[in-house]
């Protein structure tokens, strides 16, 4: 097995879905931060933050007397965050480029520690896992907004669909990636000492001219190479799949559903009182 560092790469157009999906799950980024403690002032870090992410919610939650740090190990994406940052005047924002395995920043000082769609999409998700838990203060938390593919299927179903998912399935797997970790987040979480564990599942279906309708389309194509280079299909083949599928989207009975994602989170206990 040949470990895949990270799946999704960072084309320009990657790096725009990306964008976009700030946008789109700011609700249930929402969500989640209002069932956890963030005071103003609160000292708080997400994990792959990506282009934007959860950062702006986040920078507004702590205010000017907080800290938000958001850390990324593309450092392209660093880039483009800075510039997102500066483009909304957010200066409680910290941008740093770095691998949330080891992060090197001090250990025990964030109220609040936080990864969305990172965990899914990389090999040894514990190790980062572990240095979440590790940043945290004692009696700070730790949270988590993570994918499972099981539901991502169309109705009426569509072979070309279900072949080109099988394909990315064994790619992942093969690079060292769980396509399915969503639903063991919480369980990785308590290995890991967190306790007062906490799940939400969220589902959603992606009808005709819904922004995230073509997202497993673009997921195939960010993984294209790979799949191709490593010999897992011909290129004819998946690009013939490709246009089923586009065209099975266009049509308009058909509906897409989302993947199952697993909002978890956790708190680190206390230290223990000498
Ligand atoms: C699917 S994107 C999600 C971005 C953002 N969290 C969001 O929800 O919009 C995953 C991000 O994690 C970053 N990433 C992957 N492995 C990482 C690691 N070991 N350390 C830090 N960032 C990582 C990728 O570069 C990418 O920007």
Not at 2 to 9: I, M, P, R, S, V
Not at 91 to 108: M, S, W
Not at 147 to 156: F, G, Q
Request: with cysteine; aromatic share 6%; net charge negative.
């Amino acid at each position: 097995m040949k470990e895949t560092a990270y799946l999704l790469g960072h084309s320009a157009t990657e790096e725009q879905r990306l964008r976009r999906q700030t946008q789109e799950l700011s609700a249930e980024a929402s969500w989640l931060f209002d069932q956890l403690d963030i005071p103003a002032g609160a000292r708080v870090i997400d994990l792959g933050c990506g282009p934007s992410g959860v950062l702006e919610d986040l920078s507004a939650r702590v205010g000017s007397a907080g800290t938000v740090v958001g850390l990324e190990r593309s450092g392209d994406t660093v880039a483009l965050a800075r510039a997102f940052m500066a483009e909304r005047g957010l200066h409680n924002v910290t941008l740093v480029e770095g691998d949330a395995r080891a992060t090197g920043l001090p250990h025990g000082s964030f109220d609040l520690v936080h990864a969305r769609l990172v965990l899914v999409n990389v090999p040894r998700p514990e190790e980062i896992v572990r240095e979440m838990v590790a940043l945290a203060r004692p009696g700070g938390m730790v949270a988590s907004h993570e994918a499972d593919y099981s539901s991502h299927r169309c109705d009426p179903p569509c072979e070309a669909w279900d072949r080109l998912l099988d394909v990315y399935q064994e790619n992942s797997r093969d690079g060292g990636i769980d396509p399915f970790l969503g639903r063991r987040t919480h369980r990785m979480f308590r290995e890991a000492g967190l306790t007062d564990i906490q799940v939400r599942p969220l589902v959603h279906v992606y009808p005709p001219g819904h922004s995230r309708r073509d997202i497993f389309v673009r997921f195939i194509e960010n993984v294209r190479p790979a799949l191709i280079e490593g010999g897992r299909i011909e290129a004819k083949e998946l690009d013939a799949l490709l246009a089923t599928v586009v065209a099975h989207l266009a049509r308009e009975d058909v509906l897409v559903i989302s993947h199952l994602f697993f909002q978890v989170w956790g708190r680190k206990a206390e230290a223990a009182s000498s």
